[in-house]
């Protein structure tokens, strides 16, 4: 239930929970009294029918439901889009044929397809398309908000408590729109520093022989045409930024857990795992060059 | 000419009679076109549905490898369009092809070659968007199409093309219905039947017609607007270069919302034909359904927005569509009550049709209730593009259509087969269809709720998803076995149900007046109407008319021929000589399928070709159109004698024309629109480099020119109509002239203000607006020397002068839509902050 719009975690997603279940337990009650009019009918001895009057009554009783539902919803929606108040943290997030670019613009750090928050502070999310129009959905933490070329969003949101969630792009992108997918990761506010202050610093030295010669594989094989891992010569832009990969939960924007296995077998062949993504079959590397570069993209903490 | 001794039944007969063996497809008359429609839009549906089942199977499992993700894409888009578009909105019109004339107690629709024209332009665009299959890159950026996703940088292949063109040619079909259910629903009625005591039926397809004279137009032009950003870089969806994406989705719903309705009113319309007579008892409050009709046509068009609830607009613009979104459940809850008051302790009898009336009004609550949730902004935000929204609109569409269309179909069956379906066989697809409806479509709510998005091929297992996936799925096959029976019994009643005879539900309306199956000529004799349900209230005259003892029971100008009445009061008014068969209206639209199938692979010599014998066609149609029958006046019977032509305002034709130019104005205004929204959204318009690129007084001029070329066609055709035969070659060669000259010169300054079309969206947009005004120049030109060389031939006199009328008409409109675009490029830019197009 990562992924559940009922397990909420911002007070904005559960005021649109609290929303559902009001609307539900009135449509229930709705649909009941439709169904046993109507039941009854057709059940009961013949008799002649009623007169225009009881369209009316009918109508009445909509209207004044009606009318108290669209006041309600309305102030639902005016305080859900406010957020709350306080110092907001700010992140960019945009959007790309199939993966999300994740910005931290004070702080230098880029990421993809996971975006950490500290619990208890409002967010702001800056929502940006880098090519069409994308979707940005947690349904844990909000509702949706569009990516459109031309109109930058923001959607404000405040994480209550520690806990992962995930989400996926909502709005049909092309071949890939099924496996757009990302982490949120709401972490203790002193965890959250912590993790940041990691995320801006370039990537650490290779930890042993096998790492060093991963990425040394990793900048022969042009690998840094598309990837940028910062401290590096890799400042590719086409794909995400790996400075720190092994920190994040998954890859594939959000599709494969991330270790040594999974990494090693998206670089020989993700056209199999996301048929149509952007990165090329890197078949040429053997078990243990593939290895040697997982094994460094993984210890990237 | 009538043989000696014919009986006026024999004379109607051999008049109306259907040609055999293949000439049948040369046939124009409602009930040949109308029972084409149907079967072409049952095949339509079965495809879509069977692409509907390979989805099902792709989603049943997580990580399923049935379809990839490139062939689901294919499969949604196809089956959403293909339902929307190919399938439900022309199987309501054929249901009104088929049935209307009769229930309005006529004998054909007031155009039958353009019903004919419609169908043919239907089924071949309809086939050139399934060719995609065979041909490859078929549609794959969903029914929505949005853009940029389908523009010519994520989708540089013939995928959209074939879309947009295909769905452009199958629009035909839309104008020419639209066209024929106003004119048919107001002119051509049973004398007496006023409007007061028309059926619902009737009045929901009128609404449904001023729908489409609204909705499908901004439609239209966003296909264009698209194709040309296509194939000539016209950058008006570019956010790059002055475009924005979101007009593409305001110009699609505009038209998507609506298109919501004029599925579902009919829908409703069939209900409220089916249940009063299973009910035996008039419908209650029928002044109250055509009102909740009408309003609900009125309100979809405030509704557009809320498909957009989460693309970043302004929470207060949002609010005011909720409403409105939330408001139309007012109507639709007016037809509900209607519904249960009427069968209301009424032992109703509980026949395959009305079983199906009792699925819909179960199935379409809960659609009905689920849309309230949708209108609500904040709660749309989570569940847009989930499975939630996925199972609402089937709910409504399912439920609100499809099963009001199968009860209406069993209902209707008789009346071209003469036979009952198999009442066992048709509970049997009811109840499959029931309980396999609500077993696939109910869990998609739970999935939309759990966060599963639309139009995703596949998806991780651990989510909550798998096994409310695999019902959906296994509910889906028993759905499709539902319809293979209805299919199967509809193939084997055909010939072999139980004979009907004559009225055999005990209905009250028209179309059973008389036998089944109906006759070639739809009845002895047209009854004179003095009720809501002539069958019920006036049966012995109903049983007179029936035996050829009422009006119009011989064809007094030797040919096919329907009533003119007046729109409100239905008082005879013109017996109207009606196309019988012929092949050039299936000429016409094999070669407008060229010209669409060669522009779908962007051969332009060949579209070319096929648009100028299109052309060619459609002149030689136009030629042998406006017929003046011999006789002035003629006696209809009962001693009431009509004439058998008119050319003024009260005219069928001229009402056709009024409609066609209705059609053409929505479209410009959504033009005008556009190039509105396009400003608004640009911080300077126009944009600096055409800022005072053309002086004031060349637009005045050319201004002044089309309004010259629009007094010189009246004054031509004002005096020709007094006599004086020369004024219309001088007025209308006037016209041409001033007309060549303004385009001359419009083009020469707009070359001259150096607006590449390509740089901007806005010199995009005054060319598209220009080339507006061309066109249309043209087609007026085009018309005027038609008129003129029927004049020569003595088929245009002071007299018959409709084609004259229908003439001046677009001079008129062209005049009037140059100058509109004029004086906005003038004015609007000025008020805006920016220092303008023009000079002053």
Redesign the interface.
């Known amino acids: 239930m990562l992924q559940s719009a009922l397990r909420t975690a911002t007070p904005q997603a559960e005021s649109l929970a609290g929303l559902w279940w009001l609307m539900l337990g009135l449509s229930v009650a709705v649909f009941a009294v439709v169904m046993a009019l109507l039941a009854a009918g057709l059940l009961m001895p013949r008799r002649p029918p009623p007169g225009e009057r009881v369209i009316m009554v009918g109508v009445g009783v909509t209207v004044v439901v009606l009318g108290g539902l669209l006041v309600h919803s309305t102030l639902v929606g005016a305080r859900v889009a406010a957020g709350t108040d306080g110092d907001p943290l700010r992140v960019e997030v945009v959007g790309r044929q199939w993966w999300w670019e994740v910005r931290y613009p004070q702080d230098g750090a880029v990421l993809a397809n996971e975006i950490r928050l500290p619990a208890g502070r409002p967010v702001e999310i800056a929502l940006i398309s880098g090519d069409v129009i994308h979707s940005f959905w947690v349904p844990g933490l909000a509702g949706k908000m569009d990516l459109v070329p031309g109109h930058p969003n923001l959607l404000r949101i405040t994480p209550a408590e520690p806990g992962v969630f995930r989400g996926q792009c909502g709005e049909y992108c092309g071949t890939q729109h099924a496996l757009m997918a990302f982490m949120v990761v709401v972490q203790p506010p002193a965890d959250f520093a912590r993790w940041l202050v990691g995320q801006g610093e370039p990537a650490a030295e290779p930890a042993d022989g096998l790492a060093a010669r991963g990425r040394a594989l990793f900048l022969s094989s042009g690998c840094g045409a598309c990837h940028t891992v910062r401290g590096t010569a890799a400042d590719g832009r086409v794909g995400p930024d790996l400075t720190h990969v092994g920190s994040r939960l998954t890859i594939g924007a959000g599709i494969l857990p991330q270790n040594v296995g999974t990494l090693g077998g998206w670089i020989a062949n993700s056209q199999a795992i996301k048929p149509g993504n952007a990165m090329p079959v890197f078949d040429q590397f053997s078990g243990g060059e593939l290895r040697a570069i997982a094994t460094w993209l993984a210890g990237l903490e | 000419m009538s043989a000696p001794g014919e009986s006026g039944r024999e004379a109607l007969n051999r008049v109306w009679a259907q040609p055999r063996g293949w000439r049948y497809f040369s046939e124009v008359n409602n009930t040949a076109v109308g029972l084409w429609y149907l079967a072409a839009g049952l095949g339509f549906f079965a495809v879509a549905g069977v692409l509907a089942l390979l989805m099902r199977l792709q989603l049943a499992w997580p990580w399923m490898g049935f379809l990839?993700?490139?062939a689901y894409?294919q499969v949604f888009t196809m089956h959403g369009t293909i339902m929307m578009v190919v399938f439900a909105v022309p199987i309501m019109e054929a249901v009104a092809v088929y049935v209307l004339p009769q229930m309005l107690g006529v004998r054909d629709l007031p155009f039958p070659r353009l019903s004919s024209y419609g169908f043919w332009c239907y089924l071949l665009g309809g086939l050139l968007l399934l060719s995609s299959f065979l041909f490859g890159p078929v549609p794959n950026?969903?029914w929505f199409m949005?853009t940029?996703?389908s523009g010519p940088e994520?989708t540089p292949g013939l995928n959209t093309d074939f879309w947009l063109l295909g769905l452009t040619f199958i629009e035909i079909s839309a104008v020419a219905a639209c066209i024929e259910l106003i004119v048919g629903i107001m002119k051509t009625r049973a004398p007496g039947m006023s409007l007061d005591r028309m059926p619902i039926l009737g009045w929901a397809f009128l609404t449904v017609a001023v729908m489409i004279l609204f909705a499908f137009p901004p439609l239209l032009l966003g296909d264009v607007l698209l194709e040309a950003e296509r194939v000539l870089d016209w950058p008006f969806f570019d956010?790059?270069r002055g475009g924005?994406?979101?007009l593409w989705q305001h110009l699609f719903w505009f038209f998507g919302h609506p298109e919501v309705y004029i599925i579902f009113l009919p829908g409703a319309a069939m209900v409220s034909t089916i249940l009063p007579t299973f009910c035996g008892?008039p419908l209650?409050?029928h002044q109250?359904v055509v009102v909740a009709t009408i309003a609900t046509g009125i309100l979809s068009f405030g509704l557009w927005v809320h498909h957009m609830f989460?693309?970043?607009i302004p929470?207060l613009s949002?609010?005011l569509f909720?409403?409105a979104s939330?408001?139309v459940?007012?109507p639709s809850?007016?037809q509900?009550?209607?519904w249960?008051?009427?069968?209301?302790?009424?032992?109703?009898r509980w026949d395959t049709p009305f079983l199906f009336v009792?699925g819909f009004?179960?199935i379409f609550?809960?659609g009905g209730?689920?849309g309230?949730?949708v209108a609500?902004?904040?709660?749309?935000?989570?569940?847009?593009?989930?499975h939630f929204v996925v199972a609402h609109f089937h709910y409504v569409l399912i439920g609100g259509a499809i099963f009001p269309l199968f009860g209406a179909l069993t209902y209707w069956f008789p009346l071209p087969s003469g036979r009952l379906m198999d009442e066992t066989v048709g509970k049997w697809s009811f109840w499959l269809m029931f309980v396999g409806f609500n077993v696939t479509f109910f869990p998609l709510h739970v999935l939309g709720?759990?966060?599963?998005?639309?139009?995703?091929?596949?998806?991780?297992g651990?989510?909550?998803w798998e096994w409310l996936n695999l019902t959906a799925t296994i509910g889906a096959f028993v759905l499709g076995a539902g319809v293979a029976v209805f299919f199967a019994n509809l193939a084997w009643s055909w010939k072999r149900g139980r004979p009907a005879g004559h009225d055999p539900w005990k209905a009250g309306t028209l179309e059973w007046a008389g036998p089944t199956p109906l006759t070639d000529s739809g009845g002895a004799s047209v009854p004179r109407v003095r009720s809501l349900h002539p069958l019920w209230d006036q049966p012995a005259e109903m049983a007179a008319a029936a035996r050829g003892e009422a009006l119009m029971c011989r064809p007094t100008t030797h040919g096919r021929e329907t009533l003119r009445v007046s729109a409100v009061s239905a008082e005879p008014q013109q017996v109207i000589q009606v196309s019988g068969p012929g092949w050039s209206q299936v000429a016409a639209a094999a070669a407008t399928a060229v010209m669409f199938g060669a522009g779908t692979f962007h051969l332009w010599g060949v579209a070319a070709a096929g648009g100028v014998v299109t052309l060619a066609l459609l002149t030689r149609w136009a030629w042998h159109s406006d017929r003046q029958p011999p006789m002035a006046r003629v006696d209809i019977g009962q001693g009431i004698v009509v004439p058998t032509y008119a050319a003024d305002h009260s005219s069928h034709a001229w009402w056709a024309a009024v409609v066609a130019v209705l059609f053409d104005g929505a479209a410009y205004l959504a033009l005008l629109s556009a190039y509105v929204f396009l400003w608004l959204?640009n911080p300077v318009w126009p944009p600096p480099p055409w800022e005072g690129r053309i002086a004031l007084g060349d637009i005045l001029a050319g201004g002044g020119m089309l309004a010259v070329a629009a007094v010189l066609a009246h004054a031509g055709a004002g005096l020709h109509r007094r006599g004086r035969h020369w004024a219309l070659p001088a007025g209308l060669g006037g016209a041409v002239a001033v007309a060549v000259a303004v385009a001359w010169t419009g083009l020469s300054t707009l070359t001259a203000a150096d607006l590449g079309p390509t740089r901007h969206a806005f010199p995009a947009t005054v060319w598209v607006m220009a080339l507006y005004t061309l066109v249309h120049l043209g087609v007026a030109t085009l018309l005027a020397l038609l008129v003129l060389a029927r004049q020569a031939a003595g088929l245009v006199t002071p007299v018959r002068r409709m084609t004259v009328m229908m003439t001046v008409l677009a001079w008129d409109f062209a005049a009037f839509t140059g100058l509109a675009s004029m004086a906005m490029l003038v004015l609007w830019p000025a008020t805006g902050g920016g220092g303008g197009i023009c000079t002053w």
């Open positions: 990839g993700p490139e894409n950026g969903g949005y940029p996703l994520y956010a790059g924005d994406p979101l008892r209650v409050g109250w989460a693309a970043g929470l949002l609010s909720s409403a939330m408001a459940a007012i809850g007016i509900v009550f209607a249960l008051a009427t069968l209301w302790g009424a032992r109703p009792i009004l179960v609550v809960i209730l689920t309230v949730m609500s902004v904040p709660f749309d935000w989570q569940v847009t593009d989930t709720l759990l966060g599963m998005p639309r139009r995703v091929y596949t998806y991780p651990g989510l909550g959204v």
